[in-house]
Protein backbone atom coordinates (compact mmCIF):
# COMPACT_ATOMS: atom_id res chain seq x y z
CA UNK A 1 0.00 0.00 0.00
CA UNK A 2 2.12 2.71 -1.23
CA UNK A 3 0.31 6.01 0.28
CA UNK A 4 1.52 9.66 -1.38
CA UNK A 5 1.25 12.26 1.90
CA UNK A 6 0.73 15.66 1.28
CA UNK A 7 0.29 17.90 4.37
CA UNK A 8 -0.59 21.12 2.38
CA UNK A 9 -0.83 24.59 3.56
CA UNK A 10 -2.70 26.58 6.87
CA UNK A 11 -4.29 23.37 9.49
CA UNK A 12 -2.69 20.99 6.60
CA UNK A 13 0.10 19.41 8.61
CA UNK A 14 -1.27 19.49 11.86
CA UNK A 15 -4.30 17.05 10.90
CA UNK A 16 -2.43 14.96 8.47
CA UNK A 17 -0.16 14.54 11.04
CA UNK A 18 -3.02 13.25 12.93
CA UNK A 19 -3.88 10.54 10.25
CA UNK A 20 -0.33 9.68 9.85
CA UNK A 21 -0.23 8.34 13.47
CA UNK A 22 -3.43 6.34 13.07
CA UNK A 23 -1.99 4.89 10.09
CA UNK A 24 1.34 4.27 12.07
CA UNK A 25 -0.87 1.99 14.74
CA UNK A 26 -2.66 0.11 11.72
CA UNK A 27 1.40 -0.40 10.32
CA UNK A 28 2.47 -1.63 13.71
CA UNK A 29 -0.22 -3.72 13.67
CA UNK A 30 0.84 -5.51 10.42
CA UNK A 31 -1.05 -3.36 7.61
CA UNK A 32 1.66 -3.59 4.93
CA UNK A 33 1.48 0.71 4.43
CA UNK A 34 4.53 2.67 2.57
CA UNK A 35 4.29 6.41 2.93
CA UNK A 36 6.24 9.24 1.31
CA UNK A 37 5.68 12.98 1.99
CA UNK A 38 5.38 14.77 -0.96
CA UNK A 39 4.16 18.91 -1.37
CA UNK A 40 1.20 20.41 -2.72
CA UNK A 41 -0.53 23.83 -3.23
CA UNK A 42 1.32 26.83 -1.58
CA UNK A 43 4.04 24.84 0.23
CA UNK A 44 4.80 23.73 -3.25
CA UNK A 45 4.99 27.05 -4.49
CA UNK A 46 7.07 27.76 -1.61
CA UNK A 47 9.74 24.95 -2.63
CA UNK A 48 9.51 24.64 -6.42
CA UNK A 49 7.68 28.02 -7.44
CA UNK A 50 5.10 25.32 -8.57
CA UNK A 51 1.58 24.37 -6.94
CA UNK A 52 1.47 20.38 -8.86
CA UNK A 53 5.55 20.40 -9.19
CA UNK A 54 7.33 17.69 -11.39
CA UNK A 55 8.24 16.20 -8.03
CA UNK A 56 4.69 15.67 -6.43
CA UNK A 57 3.44 14.23 -9.92
CA UNK A 58 5.95 11.55 -10.14
CA UNK A 59 5.26 10.69 -6.24
CA UNK A 60 1.56 10.46 -6.83
CA UNK A 61 1.19 8.62 -9.96
CA UNK A 62 3.97 5.77 -8.26
CA UNK A 63 1.75 6.10 -5.56
CA UNK A 64 -1.47 4.00 -4.69
CA UNK A 65 -3.48 6.76 -3.00
CA UNK A 66 -3.12 9.73 -1.87
CA UNK A 67 -3.75 11.35 1.68
CA UNK A 68 -4.27 15.25 1.12
CA UNK A 69 -4.59 17.86 4.13
CA UNK A 70 -5.67 21.06 2.63
CA UNK A 71 -4.40 23.78 0.31
CA UNK A 72 -4.79 27.42 0.30
CA UNK A 73 -4.18 30.56 2.20
CA UNK A 74 -4.47 34.38 2.23
CA UNK A 75 -1.01 35.16 1.41
CA UNK A 76 -1.36 33.45 -1.98
CA UNK A 77 -4.24 34.88 -3.45
CA UNK A 78 -2.76 37.68 -4.62
CA UNK A 79 -0.14 35.19 -7.23
CA UNK A 80 -1.50 34.93 -10.79
CA UNK A 81 -4.04 32.36 -11.53
CA UNK A 82 -1.86 29.37 -12.37
CA UNK A 83 0.54 29.47 -9.46
CA UNK A 84 -1.71 29.86 -6.50
CA UNK A 85 -2.53 26.45 -4.18
CA UNK A 86 -6.18 25.70 -5.45
CA UNK A 87 -4.37 25.39 -9.16
CA UNK A 88 -2.13 23.05 -7.32
CA UNK A 89 -5.56 21.00 -6.22
CA UNK A 90 -6.99 20.77 -9.77
CA UNK A 91 -4.48 19.73 -11.51
CA UNK A 92 -3.95 16.90 -9.39
CA UNK A 93 -7.43 16.09 -9.51
CA UNK A 94 -7.33 16.25 -13.39
CA UNK A 95 -3.80 14.76 -13.86
CA UNK A 96 -4.95 11.65 -11.91
CA UNK A 97 -8.27 11.74 -13.56
CA UNK A 98 -10.30 11.64 -10.58
CA UNK A 99 -13.31 12.17 -11.96
CA UNK A 100 -15.90 11.28 -8.58
CA UNK A 101 -15.80 12.73 -5.11
CA UNK A 102 -17.52 11.04 -2.67
CA UNK A 103 -18.29 13.05 0.39
CA UNK A 104 -20.88 11.14 2.73
CA UNK A 105 -22.41 13.58 5.22
CA UNK A 106 -23.02 10.84 7.78
CA UNK A 107 -24.23 11.98 11.48
CA UNK A 108 -22.53 10.41 14.25
CA UNK A 109 -25.46 10.02 16.98
CA UNK A 110 -23.45 11.74 19.80
CA UNK A 111 -22.88 15.17 17.71
CA UNK A 112 -26.95 15.26 17.31
CA UNK A 113 -26.55 18.43 19.23
CA UNK A 114 -23.84 20.07 18.31
CA UNK A 115 -25.34 20.71 14.57
CA UNK A 116 -26.86 24.12 14.15
CA UNK A 117 -30.19 22.06 12.87
CA UNK A 118 -32.73 20.49 15.74
CA UNK A 119 -31.37 17.61 17.03
CA UNK A 120 -34.29 15.58 15.17
CA UNK A 121 -33.80 17.22 12.01
CA UNK A 122 -30.33 15.13 11.47
CA UNK A 123 -30.82 12.03 13.82
CA UNK A 124 -30.32 9.53 11.41
CA UNK A 125 -28.88 11.37 8.93
CA UNK A 126 -26.65 9.41 6.37
CA UNK A 127 -26.64 11.30 2.66
CA UNK A 128 -24.00 10.08 -0.01
CA UNK A 129 -23.08 13.24 -2.09
CA UNK A 130 -21.58 12.23 -5.48
CA UNK A 131 -19.86 15.21 -6.96
CA UNK A 132 -18.07 15.26 -10.83
CA UNK A 133 -14.73 16.53 -9.98
CA UNK A 134 -13.21 17.28 -13.44
CA UNK A 135 -15.75 19.09 -15.60
CA UNK A 136 -17.80 21.90 -15.48
CA UNK A 137 -17.37 25.30 -14.89
CA UNK A 138 -14.23 24.72 -12.92
CA UNK A 139 -12.26 23.34 -16.68
CA UNK A 140 -14.59 24.90 -19.31
CA UNK A 141 -12.98 26.67 -21.89
CA UNK A 142 -12.69 29.77 -22.27
CA UNK A 143 -12.37 31.60 -19.49
CA UNK A 144 -10.88 34.65 -18.41
CA UNK A 145 -10.94 38.40 -18.64
CA UNK A 146 -10.33 40.50 -21.42
CA UNK A 147 -11.85 44.02 -23.11
CA UNK A 148 -15.48 43.53 -25.18
CA UNK A 149 -16.35 45.42 -28.24
CA UNK A 150 -17.39 48.30 -26.02
CA UNK A 151 -14.04 48.58 -24.78
CA UNK A 152 -14.91 47.74 -21.19
CA UNK A 153 -13.65 44.60 -19.07
CA UNK A 154 -15.27 41.70 -18.90
CA UNK A 155 -14.93 38.39 -17.31
CA UNK A 156 -16.28 34.82 -18.43
CA UNK A 157 -16.05 31.02 -17.29
CA UNK A 158 -17.71 28.19 -19.38
CA UNK A 159 -19.78 25.69 -18.01
CA UNK A 160 -19.73 22.26 -20.21
CA UNK A 161 -20.00 18.78 -19.66
CA UNK A 162 -19.24 15.93 -22.45
CA UNK A 163 -21.77 13.35 -22.53
CA UNK A 164 -19.24 10.58 -21.76
CA UNK A 165 -18.32 12.78 -18.90
CA UNK A 166 -21.63 12.75 -17.40
CA UNK A 167 -22.54 9.13 -17.87
CA UNK A 168 -19.35 7.83 -16.43
CA UNK A 169 -20.75 9.74 -12.99
CA UNK A 170 -23.97 8.71 -13.34
CA UNK A 171 -23.07 5.24 -13.53
CA UNK A 172 -20.69 5.75 -10.36
CA UNK A 173 -23.62 7.55 -8.42
CA UNK A 174 -26.70 4.58 -9.90
CA UNK A 175 -23.94 2.21 -8.83
CA UNK A 176 -23.84 3.45 -4.81
CA UNK A 177 -27.24 3.55 -4.52
CA UNK A 178 -27.97 -0.02 -5.77
CA UNK A 179 -25.87 -0.74 -2.83
CA UNK A 180 -27.21 1.60 -0.04
CA UNK A 181 -31.45 1.99 -0.46
CA UNK A 182 -31.68 2.75 -4.47
CA UNK A 183 -33.21 5.81 -4.35
CA UNK A 184 -31.31 8.63 -6.39
CA UNK A 185 -31.64 12.25 -6.41
CA UNK A 186 -29.97 14.27 -9.43
CA UNK A 187 -29.16 17.93 -8.68
CA UNK A 188 -29.42 20.47 -11.92
CA UNK A 189 -30.75 23.58 -13.17
CA UNK A 190 -31.91 22.89 -15.87
CA UNK A 191 -34.65 25.55 -15.95
CA UNK A 192 -32.40 27.81 -16.92
CA UNK A 193 -28.68 26.37 -17.78
CA UNK A 194 -28.66 23.92 -21.28
CA UNK A 195 -25.53 21.84 -19.82
CA UNK A 196 -27.75 20.71 -16.46
CA UNK A 197 -30.46 20.16 -18.84
CA UNK A 198 -28.21 17.94 -20.92
CA UNK A 199 -27.69 16.52 -17.45
CA UNK A 200 -30.54 15.60 -16.19
CA UNK A 201 -31.20 13.94 -19.90
CA UNK A 202 -27.75 11.82 -19.48
CA UNK A 203 -28.94 10.68 -15.80
CA UNK A 204 -32.39 9.50 -17.05
CA UNK A 205 -30.75 7.58 -19.93
CA UNK A 206 -28.28 5.82 -18.00
CA UNK A 207 -30.85 5.40 -15.49
CA UNK A 208 -32.57 2.61 -18.01
CA UNK A 209 -29.53 0.58 -17.19
CA UNK A 210 -31.00 0.81 -13.55
CA UNK A 211 -34.57 -0.10 -13.29
CA UNK A 212 -34.57 -0.81 -9.35
CA UNK A 213 -33.09 2.56 -8.80
CA UNK A 214 -35.35 5.34 -8.11
CA UNK A 215 -34.02 8.81 -10.15
CA UNK A 216 -35.29 11.92 -8.91
CA UNK A 217 -34.68 15.29 -9.96
CA UNK A 218 -34.29 18.82 -8.15
CA UNK A 219 -33.37 22.16 -9.06
CA UNK A 220 -30.40 22.68 -6.98
CA UNK A 221 -31.76 26.20 -5.61
CA UNK A 222 -34.25 23.66 -4.37
CA UNK A 223 -31.89 21.13 -3.28
CA UNK A 224 -29.93 23.79 -1.02
CA UNK A 225 -33.15 24.86 0.89
CA UNK A 226 -34.41 20.95 1.35
CA UNK A 227 -30.97 20.00 2.81
CA UNK A 228 -31.40 22.18 6.00
CA UNK A 229 -35.73 21.51 5.86
CA UNK A 230 -35.81 18.08 5.96
CA UNK A 231 -32.14 16.41 4.95
CA UNK A 232 -33.17 12.85 5.37
CA UNK A 233 -35.35 13.18 2.57
CA UNK A 234 -31.64 12.09 0.66
CA UNK A 235 -29.82 9.10 0.47
CA UNK A 236 -27.31 9.21 -2.60
CA UNK A 237 -27.16 12.63 -4.23
CA UNK A 238 -25.15 13.22 -7.36
CA UNK A 239 -24.58 16.54 -8.81
CA UNK A 240 -21.84 18.61 -11.08
CA UNK A 241 -18.45 20.25 -9.84
CA UNK A 242 -19.63 23.50 -8.80
CA UNK A 243 -22.86 22.79 -7.55
CA UNK A 244 -21.28 19.54 -5.18
CA UNK A 245 -19.34 21.75 -3.67
CA UNK A 246 -21.51 24.07 -2.42
CA UNK A 247 -24.11 21.46 -1.56
CA UNK A 248 -21.10 19.40 0.20
CA UNK A 249 -20.05 22.37 2.43
CA UNK A 250 -23.65 23.15 3.18
CA UNK A 251 -24.39 19.36 4.27
CA UNK A 252 -21.38 19.06 6.76
CA UNK A 253 -23.15 21.53 9.09
CA UNK A 254 -25.86 18.59 9.22
CA UNK A 255 -23.60 17.04 10.43
CA UNK A 256 -22.26 18.91 13.38
CA UNK A 257 -18.64 20.39 11.59
CA UNK A 258 -17.40 20.92 8.53
CA UNK A 259 -14.57 19.12 10.60
CA UNK A 260 -16.24 15.67 10.27
CA UNK A 261 -16.73 15.49 6.64
CA UNK A 262 -14.51 13.50 4.58
CA UNK A 263 -14.05 12.80 0.79
CA UNK A 264 -12.45 10.20 -1.55
CA UNK A 265 -11.54 11.33 -5.12
CA UNK A 266 -11.54 8.49 -7.09
CA UNK A 267 -10.98 7.46 -10.68
CA UNK A 268 -11.84 4.24 -13.14
CA UNK A 269 -9.85 1.58 -11.06
CA UNK A 270 -10.47 3.45 -7.44
CA UNK A 271 -7.18 4.93 -7.00
CA UNK A 272 -7.98 7.88 -5.03
CA UNK A 273 -7.13 10.99 -3.68
CA UNK A 274 -8.59 11.48 -0.07
CA UNK A 275 -8.75 14.70 1.76
CA UNK A 276 -11.29 16.48 4.06
CA UNK A 277 -14.05 18.14 2.59
CA UNK A 278 -12.59 21.36 4.33
CA UNK A 279 -9.72 23.46 3.15
CA UNK A 280 -6.91 24.89 5.05
CA UNK A 281 -8.59 27.46 7.41
CA UNK A 282 -5.97 29.75 7.92
CA UNK A 283 -7.74 31.86 10.46
CA UNK A 284 -7.25 29.10 13.27
CA UNK A 285 -4.23 27.50 11.61
CA UNK A 286 -0.77 26.54 13.74
CA UNK A 287 -3.10 26.98 16.77
CA UNK A 288 -3.97 23.19 17.68
CA UNK A 289 -7.46 24.20 17.01
CA UNK A 290 -8.88 22.31 13.77
CA UNK A 291 -10.56 19.19 14.31
CA UNK A 292 -8.43 15.84 12.38
CA UNK A 293 -11.28 14.08 12.47
CA UNK A 294 -12.35 14.90 8.62
CA UNK A 295 -8.42 13.83 7.61
CA UNK A 296 -9.17 10.55 9.89
CA UNK A 297 -12.15 9.86 8.11
CA UNK A 298 -10.95 10.12 4.53
CA UNK A 299 -8.34 7.49 5.62
CA UNK A 300 -11.09 4.91 6.24
CA UNK A 301 -12.39 5.77 2.98
CA UNK A 302 -8.98 4.74 1.48
CA UNK A 303 -8.71 1.86 3.40
CA UNK A 304 -12.06 1.15 1.91
CA UNK A 305 -12.09 1.93 -1.29
CA UNK A 306 -8.37 1.79 -2.63
CA UNK A 307 -7.32 -0.87 -0.83
CA UNK A 308 -10.34 -3.31 0.32
CA UNK A 309 -9.78 -2.92 3.62
CA UNK A 310 -13.06 -2.99 5.29
CA UNK A 311 -12.04 -4.36 8.38
CA UNK A 312 -9.49 -1.47 8.78
CA UNK A 313 -11.63 1.24 7.88
CA UNK A 314 -14.35 -0.03 10.21
CA UNK A 315 -11.44 -0.01 12.89
CA UNK A 316 -10.66 3.46 12.31
CA UNK A 317 -14.36 4.69 12.31
CA UNK A 318 -14.90 2.62 15.34
CA UNK A 319 -12.23 4.71 17.01
CA UNK A 320 -13.18 7.91 16.17
CA UNK A 321 -17.68 6.47 17.15
CA UNK A 322 -15.52 5.61 20.68
CA UNK A 323 -13.50 8.88 21.31
CA UNK A 324 -17.23 10.84 20.48
CA UNK A 325 -18.87 8.83 23.03
CA UNK A 326 -16.24 8.98 25.68
CA UNK A 327 -16.88 13.11 25.54
CA UNK A 328 -13.86 14.66 23.78
CA UNK A 329 -14.71 17.17 20.89
CA UNK A 330 -12.26 19.75 19.30
CA UNK A 331 -14.12 23.36 19.55
CA UNK A 332 -15.78 23.16 16.34
CA UNK A 333 -18.00 20.30 17.41
CA UNK A 334 -18.25 21.39 21.53
CA UNK A 335 -20.82 20.63 23.39
CA UNK A 336 -21.60 21.97 27.45
CA UNK A 337 -20.66 19.36 29.38
CA UNK A 338 -18.13 17.62 26.98
CA UNK A 339 -14.09 17.81 27.23
CA UNK A 340 -12.77 20.10 24.75
CA UNK A 341 -9.56 18.86 22.92
CA UNK A 342 -6.89 20.49 20.78
CA UNK A 343 -5.87 18.85 17.34
CA UNK A 344 -2.75 16.70 18.87
CA UNK A 345 -5.08 15.37 22.06
CA UNK A 346 -8.12 14.48 19.86
CA UNK A 347 -4.97 12.49 17.65
CA UNK A 348 -3.96 11.00 20.68
CA UNK A 349 -8.03 9.89 21.91
CA UNK A 350 -8.29 8.35 19.03
CA UNK A 351 -4.61 5.95 18.72
CA UNK A 352 -5.53 5.21 21.99
CA UNK A 353 -9.16 4.02 21.09
CA UNK A 354 -8.13 1.97 18.32
P1 LIG B 1 -12.24 26.54 5.10
O1 LIG B 1 -12.95 25.25 4.93
O2 LIG B 1 -10.75 26.49 5.15
O3 LIG B 1 -12.74 27.24 6.44
C1 LIG B 1 -14.10 27.62 6.66
C2 LIG B 1 -14.38 27.73 8.15
O4 LIG B 1 -14.42 26.39 8.70
C3 LIG B 1 -13.29 28.46 8.93
O5 LIG B 1 -13.89 29.21 9.95
C4 LIG B 1 -12.44 27.36 9.52
O6 LIG B 1 -11.77 27.69 10.71
C5 LIG B 1 -13.46 26.24 9.72
N1 LIG B 1 -12.84 24.91 9.58
C6 LIG B 1 -12.47 24.31 8.43
N2 LIG B 1 -11.90 23.14 8.69
C7 LIG B 1 -11.92 22.97 10.03
C8 LIG B 1 -11.48 21.94 10.91
N3 LIG B 1 -10.88 20.83 10.47
N4 LIG B 1 -11.67 22.12 12.23
C9 LIG B 1 -12.27 23.22 12.71
N5 LIG B 1 -12.70 24.23 11.94
C10 LIG B 1 -12.53 24.10 10.60
O7 LIG B 1 -12.74 27.50 3.93
P2 LIG B 1 -12.28 29.00 3.52
O8 LIG B 1 -11.98 29.78 4.73
O9 LIG B 1 -13.28 29.45 2.57
O10 LIG B 1 -10.93 28.77 2.72
C11 LIG B 1 -9.62 28.89 3.29
C12 LIG B 1 -8.57 28.47 2.27
O11 LIG B 1 -8.71 27.07 2.00
C13 LIG B 1 -8.71 29.16 0.92
O12 LIG B 1 -7.41 29.42 0.44
C14 LIG B 1 -9.41 28.13 0.06
O13 LIG B 1 -9.15 28.27 -1.31
C15 LIG B 1 -8.83 26.85 0.60
N6 LIG B 1 -9.67 25.64 0.42
C16 LIG B 1 -9.01 24.48 0.16
C17 LIG B 1 -9.70 23.29 0.06
C18 LIG B 1 -8.95 22.03 -0.21
O14 LIG B 1 -7.73 22.01 -0.12
N7 LIG B 1 -9.62 20.95 -0.53
C19 LIG B 1 -11.07 23.28 0.30
C20 LIG B 1 -11.73 24.47 0.59
C21 LIG B 1 -11.01 25.65 0.67
C1 LIG C 1 -12.97 21.68 -2.26
C2 LIG C 1 -12.38 23.06 -2.45
C3 LIG C 1 -11.79 23.18 -3.85
C4 LIG C 1 -12.93 23.04 -4.85
C5 LIG C 1 -10.98 24.47 -4.13
C6 LIG C 1 -9.98 24.78 -3.07
C7 LIG C 1 -10.30 24.38 -5.47
O1 LIG C 1 -13.34 24.06 -2.19
O2 LIG C 1 -12.22 20.69 -2.35
O3 LIG C 1 -14.17 21.57 -1.98
O4 LIG C 1 -13.62 24.03 -5.14
O5 LIG C 1 -13.11 21.92 -5.34
MN1 LIG D 1 -15.20 23.28 -1.34
Redesign the pocket.
Given at each position: MKIAVLPGDGIGPEIVTQACRVLDVLKTDGLPVETEMGVLGGAAYDRHGDPYPEATRQLVHAADAVLLG???GPQYDKLERPLR???G??AI?KDLGLFA?LRPALLYPELASASTLKPEVVAGLDIMIVRE?TGDI?FGQPRGISINELGEREAYNTMRYSESEVRRIAHVAFDIAMKRSRRLCSVDKANVLETTEFWKEIMIDVGREYPEVELSHMYVDNAAMQLVRNPKQFDVMVTG??FG?IL??EASMLTGSIGMLP?ASLDENNKGLY?P???SAPDIAGRDLANPLATILSLAMMLRYTFNRDDAALRVEGAVKKVLAAGLRTADIYQPGCEKVGCAAMGDAVVAAL
Open positions: AVGPERLLRNLYNIDSDSESHG
